[in-house]
């Protein structure tokens, strides 16, 4: 595999102002294709520790790739640093400054002069253009080594290297491996838990040599299988798969790295499904991962926030002695909610939420993290309590993916 270092640079990483995804972005993809990521390495916007960590991987890489300082402002000090190193003059390209001019145009601006230092690119670099932005990336082929520049912001690097990078990259490496990537996506169940019912596996796994990783998320497992393009390995992999099917379906989300709001807006359109949420302790979560797949308006009806008790009352329409009885965070007001929700917006299936995220507001008998879901159609109810734990944000967002992933799971199950 071909030895690969990830540069990213900015001050802003250092000082924990910015949180540094673009690394792992970089290196999944990257590790797909086939290169070996050996180092990744952080360093600030000073041109003398882009130089030195340029002399050292150089002569180490055969692909090197910057993400950051490309911008116009005083410290995007990558392009220049790169131009000097390699002995690259930077050239004025007027198609990229005619470019960011339109961009500005088009917001009804004009592009201010400073602007223009992202028109110029060393000399004989290879320019990937960037459509969502004014930054473009480049590549500068020297020796044996390959080394991009992309900009630091985390969509547009994104949009360049699907659209740009990556095909460069399997043209110019012609000698690349790629690996095959499966994914399986849990829920519903602890990742010790899942590690043993897999553990039959793990004999024909090292022989075969195919990596395993465990990732968790709240709410939810991804299991990953990397394996080259073997048919013993894809046996292996299919073979793990169908059990899964078989004997993980209760807990089995999908076979492929999709996220949940993506699976279940594809089953909601291919049943043709209405639903709607009636949220307490999400306070507008769960919506907000539902509409983030394009085309939710279809069979998104909308959301009731009823984070107050007077807001179940009065618009929820769940008595005030129910509360009064049972507590809001209980089966009898969540199933409440979730059943009314359907009447009122006249959805086919509602999602209800009701619990205690914290840090307070716990009692003896209700721990901080308990939480109750309720999932209705017209004649079907279903509802069960889960203890997450004491971190609030984390606790909104397992409420949320658990209601996803059960969602998909009654469907799957064709319980719903």
């Avoid at 960011?100 to 320019?127: D, G, L, T």
């Avoid at 899964?244 to 043709?272: C, G, Q, R, W």
């Avoid at 979560?285 to 984070?307: D, E, V, W």
Wanted: proline share 4%; aromatic share 8%.
């Amino acid at each position: 595999m071909m030895n690969t270092w990830i540069v990213n640079i900015g001050n802003e990483l250092l000082n924990g102002h910015t949180v540094n995804t673009n690394a792992a972005y970089l290196s999944e993809q990257l590790h797909k294709l086939g290169f070996d990521v050996s180092k990744i390495v952080c360093i600030k916007d000073k041109p003398e520790d882009i130089t030195n960590i340029l002399n050292e991987a150089t002569h180490q890489c055969s692909l090197i790739i910057i993400s950051g300082g490309l911008g116009p402002t005083l410290d995007d000090l990558t392009r220049k640093s790169l131009s000097e190193f390699f002995h690259r003059p930077l050239i004025f390209h007027e198609d990229l400054w005619n470019e960011i001019q339109q961009k500005f145009s088009f917001r009804k601006m004009k592009a201010p002069e400073i602007n223009k230092v992202q028109a110029y690119m060393p000399q004989s670099a290879m320019i990937f253009k960037n459509t969502i932005g004014t930054a473009a990336g480049f590549a500068i082929i020297d020796k044996q080594c390959c080394t991009i520049s992309l900009p630091g912001v985390p969509f547009e690097l994104k949009h360049i290297f699907e659209q740009e990078v990556k095909p460069f990259l399997r043209a110019y490496f012609k000698q690349l491996n790629p690996l095959q990537v499966n994914t399986l996506l849990f829920s519903l169940i602890t990742e010790s838990e899942l590690a043993e019912k897999l553990s039959a596996f793990e004999e024909e796994l090292s022989k075969h040599n195919v990596k395993t990783a465990f990732l968790p998320q709240p709410g939810l497992i991804k299991v990953k299988f990397y394996q080259q393009h073997n048919s013993e390995e894809v046996e292996l992999v299919n073979k793990i798969k169908q059990f899964a099917k078989t004997y993980l379906s209760d807990f089995l989300i999908f076979d492929e790295d999709v996220s949940l709001p993506e699976i279940l807006h594809n089953m909601m359109i291919t049943k043709n499904d209405s639903l709607c949420t009636a949220e307490s302790c999400t306070g507008g979560y769960l919506a907000n991962q539902i509409i983030s797949t394009p085309g939710s308006s279809k069979y998104f009806k909308g959301s009731i926030i009823a984070y107050s008790n007077e807001i179940k009352q009065n618009i929820l329409q769940v008595p005030a002695e129910l509360i009064k009885q049972h507590g809001a965070v209980s089966r009898q007001v969540v199933e409440c909610m979730a059943r009314n929700a359907l009447n009122i917006l006249n959805a086919d299936i509602a999602i209800a939420t009701s619990g205690i995220a914290g840090p307070d507001g716990a009692t003896e008998s209700k721990p901080v993290g308990t939480t109750w879901i309720a999932i209705a159609r017209k004649k079907y109810m279903w509802a069960e309590q889960f203890i997450f734990g004491n971190d609030r944000f984390s606790n909104i967002q397992r409420t949320s993916n658990t209601a996803l992933a059960k969602l998909i799971l009654l469907l799957n199950n064709k319980a719903l």
